[in-house]
C-alpha cells in the first residue's frame, strides 16, 4: 500500500484569505478523516466520510470550514476567511471497514500557519 | 462521556531500557478499541498497536506490548528495549464509535543514550 498522503506539507497564509489542503487516502480505504491538531494536543476529531457522503461533522468545524469527498476518493478541506486561531496541523487519516481491528492510517500533515 | 487520560507529560529512558506509557479511559460502551500512535517530530501519526475491549490477551506487537486492565479501565504501553529512534510523542486513543477516535494528550517520550 502506499500511504495517505497530504497536499502540501506546509502553507503560511495572511489572515482573511482562504487555503484548501487536500487529502489521498490508501487507495482501498472508503472511510477518509479530517483531524486537527494544536500544539502539545492529541488530534481533534473535524469530520468524517463513507465514500463521498459526510456523515459527521464536530462543533470545531465552523461554518468557515468545509470538507468534500467528490468522487470518494481524495479529500479536500477549506478553511474561508482564516484566522489566527486556525494555526495548526491538518491531518488525515484513511480506513476500511472491511478489515478488523479498523484501524486509522495518518497522513503527513499539513502545517498551517496563519499570520 | 468518553475521555483519555495520559498523566506524563514527558518521560526520559536510558537506551536498552523498558519503558511504560500511561493510559487510563473512561467509557461506558461496551464494546470500544484502544490504539497507541507514535507521532516522530515529522507530524505523521504512526499505528503501533490496538486491543479491543474484549479481546481476551494484551496485545503484542514486535516490541511493543499493551497492558490492558480493563476493570481499571488502563491501557499502558510497554515498549521493550528502548532504541534512540523511540524518542517521539506517544499518543493513546479510543474508538467508540464506527467514526470516531479520541486522543490522549500524549507523552513525550525521550531516549538517552
Known amino acids: 500500500d502506499t500511504g495517505v498522503s497530504q497536499d502540501p506539507r506546509h502553507k503560511i497564509t495572511k489572515r482573511g484569505q482562504n487555503v484548501t489542503f487536500r487529502c489521498d487516502p490508501i487507495?482501498?480505504?472508503?472511510?477518509l478523516y479530517w483531524y486537527r491538531q494544536t500544539l502539545g494536543q492529541g488530534p481533534e476529531f473535524l469530520t468524517y466520510f463513507q465514500n463521498e457522503a459526510q456523515l459527521e461533522k464536530s462543533r470545531l468545524l465552523s461554518d468557515r470550514f468545509s470538507a468534500e469527498r467528490p468522487k470518494g476518493s481524495f479529500s479536500t478541506l477549506e478553511i474561508q476567511r482564516t484566522e489566527q486561531g486556525d494555526s495548526a496541523m491538518y491531518l488525515c487519516?484513511?480506513?476500511?471497514?472491511?478489515?478488523?481491528?479498523?484501524?486509522?492510517?495518518f497522513g503527513p500533515g499539513t502545517r498551517l500557519l496563519v499570520l | 462521556a468518553q475521555k483519555i487520560t495520559q498523566t506524563q507529560p514527558g518521560m526520559f529512558v536510558q537506551e536498552k531500557e523498558a519503558v511504560t506509557l500511561d493510559c487510563t479511559y473512561d467509557?461506558?460502551?461496551?464494546?470500544?478499541?484502544l490504539f497507541w500512535y507514535k507521532q516522530p517530530s515529522s507530524g505523521e501519526m504512526i499505528f503501533l498497536i490496538y486491543q479491543g475491549s474484549y479481546d481476551q490477551q494484551n496485545a503484542t506487537e514486535g516490541r511493543y506490548s499493551l497492558n490492558f486492565q480493563k476493570a481499571r479501565k488502563s491501557a499502558n504501553l510497554v515498549i521493550s528495549a528502548s532504541q534512540l529512534g523511540d524518542s517521539a510523542m506517544y499518543f493513546c486513543?479510543?474508538?467508540?464509535?464506527?467514526?470516531?477516535?479520541?486522543f490522549g494528550s500524549g507523552t513525550r517520550l525521550s531516549i538517552r543514550p
Open positions: 487519516a484513511s480506513s476500511s471497514p472491511g478489515r478488523e481491528p479498523e484501524t486509522q492510517y
Open positions: 486513543a479510543m474508538r467508540f464509535s464506527a467514526s470516531k477516535i479520541i
Open positions: 487507495s482501498e480505504h472508503n472511510r
Open positions: 467509557t461506558s460502551d461496551p464494546s470500544y478499541g
